[in-house]
């Protein structure tokens, strides 16, 4: 008799707690969306410019005909990837950017050398809003490694820094 209780007791408290979620998801009309990320006003774009010429990584994880040359993300999202030879004598722009919110945004920016020299490689890169400089890093490599690193962007809320 205690075990058909048991059953039975576990049956209706687990009954209730069903019912009690159905009511609160139903009832109170949420929704279970993510975080709605404000966007920053004004054009924003990026300037590569790199020190030597880049081209595909032979050690990339990926197809070789698909690995990235001159690689661009800005909050883990592909904004520029490359996959030729990029000459080193000319500058890559990248504009309009979207998706920089106001506070703080993170760049990473990978750079493969098209040769094999051990060379000390460099990369520049220069974030603009509304043609102001909000920020300028130059990333460097060891010799003959590629050149990878985060440029971290302060952006203010107002249009006008």
Do not use: W
């Amino acid at each position: 008799m205690r075990p058909l209780l048991v059953v039975v007791l576990a049956v209706v408290i687990l009954s209730c707690m069903q019912l009690f979620m159905q009511l609160q998801s139903a009832g109170m009309g949420h929704t279970h969306e993510g975080p709605q990320l404000i966007q920053a006003s004004g054009e924003f774009r990026a300037e590569v410019i790199l020190t030597f010429d880049a081209g595909p990584d032979e050690f990339s994880l990926d197809n070789v005909a698909d690995a990235a040359s001159v690689l661009v993300q800005l909050a883990g999202m592909e904004i520029l990837r490359e996959t030729g030879v990029v000459r080193g004598d000319v500058p890559i722009v990248i504009s309009p950017i979207e998706g920089l919110v106001p506070g703080k945004n993170e760049f990473y920016v990978q750079a493969s050398p098209k040769d094999e020299r051990q060379l000390y490689r460099a990369v520049g890169v220069r974030v603009f809003r509304d043609d102001t400089l909000l920020a300028e890093k130059t990333l460097l490599s060891e010799p003959g490694a590629t050149v990878q690193g985060t440029i971290t962007v302060e952006v203010p809320e107002a249009a006008n820094p």
